[in-house]
T-cell receptor, first 113, second 113 residues
Framework: DVKVTQSSRYLVKRTGEKVFLECVQDMDHENMFWYRQDPGLGLRLIYFSYDVKMKEKGDIPEGYSVSREKKERFSLILESASTNQTSMYLC????????????FGDGTRLSIL | KQEVTQIPAALSVPEGENLVLNCSFTDSAIYNLQWFRQDPGKGLTSLLLIQSSQREQTSGRLNASLDKSSGRSTLYIAASQPGDSATYLCAVSFITSYDKVIFGPGTSLSVIP
């Protein structure tokens, strides 16, 4: 079974802190994604990566950056956390063939105080 | 703008009923369509993936259909059970941006024992 693992289920940080969310997948997938999910707004794509060291902005990249130094790991970075970044963050991975579904981690519930 | 919508937003049915969830998308040039399930506070679990060339997919009590020309997909759940209670999301990869997936807002399903 494909496994996408997010480093934390719950995280509490303070405004202005630099926050790292980590995601690891074990299926050698080329594509990896970071989403945030908010009530009434659904899932919104923050960034995605289709290869090591490659990244593409999604719909809401402001205030975030990403890092993909290894194929299996995709990190989301909040450079200076703000309260409006309190949200559920979901990582996903998929192959490039398009005939396989996206696989999601269990999510990180991030609270910025 | 490419959008995905789902109707109804919420649905409550008695156990044993057959039910249909609806998904609509604005552009018929799609790569594939996925149905996901999300339990409260958890990540998404892939249920079915329909390729652009397919009309339907089945898994157990679930059947998903795709009609590209009308921009619609339905998820049919037979003989519903309380364990089916969850939010169901439809997600579409459009040909013009096939690496990205656009999610609908979801249908919250409650199956009453």
């Amino acid at each position: 079974d494909v496994k996408v693992t997010q480093s934390s289920r719950y995280l509490v940080k303070r405004t202005g802190e630099k926050v790292f969310l980590e995601c690891v997948q074990d299926m050698d997938h080329e594509n990896m994604f970071w989403y945030r999910q908010d009530p009434g707004l659904g899932l919104r794509l923050i960034y995605f990566s289709y290869d090591v060291k490659m990244k593409e902005k999604g719909d809401i990249p402001e205030g975030y950056s990403v890092s993909r130094e290894k194929k299996e790991r995709f990190s989301l970075i909040l450079e200076s956390a703000s309260t409006n970044q309190t949200s559920m963050y979901l990582c996903a991975s998929s192959s490039t063939t398009g005939d396989q579904p996206q696989h999601f981690g269990d999510g990180t519930r991030l609270s910025i105080l | 703008k490419q959008e995905v919508t789902q109707i109804p937003a919420a649905l409550s049915v008695p156990e044993g009923e057959n039910l249909v969830l609806n998904c609509s998308f604005t552009d018929s040039a799609i790569y594939n369509l996925q149905w996901f399930r999300q339990d409260p506070g958890k990540g998404l679990t892939s249920l079915l993936l329909i390729q652009s060339s397919q009309r339907e997919q089945t898994s157990g009590r679930l059947n998903a259909s795709l009609d590209k020309s009308s921009g619609r997909s339905t998820l049919y759940i037979a003989a519903s059970q309380p364990g089916d209670s969850a939010t169901y999301l439809c997600a579409v990869s459009f040909i013009t941006s096939y690496d990205k997936v656009i999610f609908g807002p979801g249908t919250s399903l409650s199956v009453i024992p």
